[in-house]
């Protein structure tokens, strides 16, 4: 079974900084594409960044420049380094992971359970 847990949230103060991560543990064979997303009430999920594989990474406009999506596939592990933090960037952030567990299923999407990050004026 495999499982992704989420660390690093809380509450800062605008213009702060917070890292969060993300451990895929369980029965992994491979692991493509990592990401993180984030949602606030009302609003639909929405796709902060990227990292494939090979370490490409891609940005939502609102997080270019502010926001390092990193990973140690050593260790399974996606993170988020977030700088310039604004009161807009108040979310739940869910970890998302494209994983082969086994060859007979092939690639799964799994998700982690959130971790809350709010920004203050």
């Known amino acids: 079974q495999v499982q992704l847990v989420e660390s690093g949230g809380g509450s800062v103060q605008t213009g702060g900084s917070l890292r969060l991560s993300c451990a895929a543990s369980?029965?992994?064979?491979?692991?493509?594409?990592m990401a993180w997303y984030r949602q606030t009430p009302g609003k639909q999920r929405e796709l902060v960044a990227t990292?494939?594989?090979?370490?490409?990474?891609n940005y939502a406009d609102s997080v270019k420049g502010r926001f390092t999506i990193s990973r140690d596939n050593a260790k399974n592990t996606v993170y988020l380094q977030m700088n310039s933090l604004k009161p807009e960037d108040t979310a739940v952030y869910y970890c998302n992971a494209y994983i082969m567990a086994n060859h007979v299923l092939g690639y799964l999407d799994y998700w982690g359970q959130g971790t809350q990050v709010t920004v203050s004026s």
């Open positions: 369980g029965s992994i064979l491979r692991i493509n594409t």
């Open positions: 990292i494939t594989s090979g370490v490409g990474t």
